[in-house]
């Protein structure tokens, strides 16, 4: 069965930390992998996703086949990076996603 | 293409009465998610249709719940008779088919449905 996994609820870091999600995932094939952030009240917004191997906003996620990770990492933190982060993985034979259950991340000034 | 637009921003109703809430997917978009947003439970998918036709409705929380899509353009979500349990953001999110050739295949949300049930 498909799942996302991010095993942390709340994260905090520093301004200027570095800060890195984690999102592992089960998928018997080969996923479609995305990041979306969500800031306070607004709606998901596609962050990045793992075809595209671009960096946004100074994050980066790399696809770790053998790990089945997709972490997402960002070398310094800001304190607009706060919000809430979502893994989604897209698959299967319906094409639906699946989500994580999300990260909130908080940056400290 | 302004996006995936839903409509009511905010529904406040009482215990008890009908709330539908609307969703106008980007255009071409073949597949259409409705998803459910609370603090306890988190993102969670109510339902999805694939060209009109609803494909999964196994997270519809009962039978209160119904939602309909009468052609590309255009989703209802239903909740009759409605519960404060059923307050929460509801999400309408759309995309094109995974693997479709030039095309970005995330889902697109929208702004979503604010839903306070007193």
């Known amino acids: 069965a498909q799942r996302v996994t991010q095993p942390e609820k709340l994260l905090s870091v520093f301004k200027g930390a570095p800060v890195e999600l984690k999102c592992n995932y089960s998928y018997s094939g080969s996923p479609e992998l995305f990041w979306y952030v969500q800031y306070s009240r607004q709606r998901l917004q596609l962050l990045l996703r793992?075809?595209s191997r671009e960096s946004i906003k100074g994050f980066t996620a790399d696809l770790n086949k053998g790990e089945t990770s997709f972490h997402l990492k960002k070398p310094f933190a800001q304190e607009e990076d706060s919000a809430m982060y979502y893994c989604a993985l897209r698959g299967g034979t319906g094409n639906q996603f699946y989500f994580g259950t999300g990260t909130s991340l908080t940056v400290i000034p | 293409d302004a996006g995936v637009i839903q409509s009511p921003r905010h529904e406040v109703t009482e215990m008890g009465q009908e709330v539908t809430l609307r969703c106008k997917p980007i255009?071409?978009?073949?597949?259409l998610f409705w998803y459910r947003q609370t603090m306890m439970r988190g993102l969670e998918l109510l339902i999805y249709?694939?060209?009109?036709?609803?494909?999964?409705d196994s997270g519809m929380p009962e039978d209160r719940f119904s939602a309909k899509m009468p052609n590309a353009s255009f989703s209802t979500l239903k909740i009759q008779p409605s519960e404060p349990r059923d307050s929460a953001v509801y999400f309408c999110a759309s995309s094109f088919p995974t693997g479709t050739r030039g095309k970005d295949t995330e889902a697109f949300f929208g702004q979503g449905t604010r839903l306070t049930v007193v």
């Open positions: 793992h075809i």
């Open positions: 249709f694939n060209n009109n036709v609803p494909i999964d």
């Open positions: 255009s071409g978009h073949d597949y």
